[in-house]
């Protein structure tokens, strides 16, 4: 039995889970609503504020989507009462971001031209300084999404250390051409 999929999900109050006919499950809390159909196989049951993830047998496939679902779905819980932040620093001399609205950036990464980043839907911007965006939003799936691509436009480079980083990621370093 899948331990992940098998331990059961707390509901905080405020928060209501509806499961329709066509496994559609909808979370709505105090920081929004959020959608997504499960697979047909997988039963989601509730009693009173406690939330069980059960599949019908022991074939792969379905041990497989067991805990994912379960994840899935404590995700969006824990989403839409707290929210998901992601933390990105940049390091570079001259690199810097510039907010233009809360989900606007215009990002300055050492090209010739400025980098511009609009956040989809339920994703917003925080610049508390030049080298530090703080990305945020109910669907943790979005969140790390925007923060990788935003991570792609400068990936960290192993000689200087310069680019676009998590906060607290470890860049290894290499030593540079070696002086005669």
């Known amino acids: 039995m899948s331990r992940i999929g098998r331990s059961p999900i707390t509901v905080p109050s405020g928060v209501t889970i509806a499961v329709d006919d066509e496994h559609r499950i909808t979370v709505k809390g105090p920081q929004g609503e959020l959608a997504r159909q499960v697979p047909a196989a997988i039963s989601i049951s509730q009693d009173g504020d406690v939330l069980t993830v059960a599949r019908p047998d022991d074939q792969r496939q379905n041990r497989a989507l067991h805990g994912l679902t379960r994840s899935l779905v404590a995700n969006m819980v824990t989403g839409v009462t707290e929210g998901f932040s992601k933390e990105l620093e940049i390091v570079g001399v001259g690199y810097r971001a510039i907010p233009k609205g809360p989900s606007e950036l215009e990002l300055a990464l050492g090209f010739s031209h400025p980098v511009f980043v609009s956040a989809p839907a339920g994703v917003t911007f925080d610049v508390p300084t030049p080298t530090k965006i703080i990305i945020k939003g109910i669907d943790k799936e ?13 990936k960290p480079e192993p000689y200087k250390g310069k680019g676009i980083r998590y906060v607290g990621e470890r860049v290894v370093r290499k030593a540079g051409k070696a002086a005669k």
Do not use: E, F, H, S
Not at 144 to 153: E, H, N, P, S, T
């Open 142 to 154: 979005k969140v790390g999404q925007v923060a990788a691509d935003i991570r792609k436009l400068r």
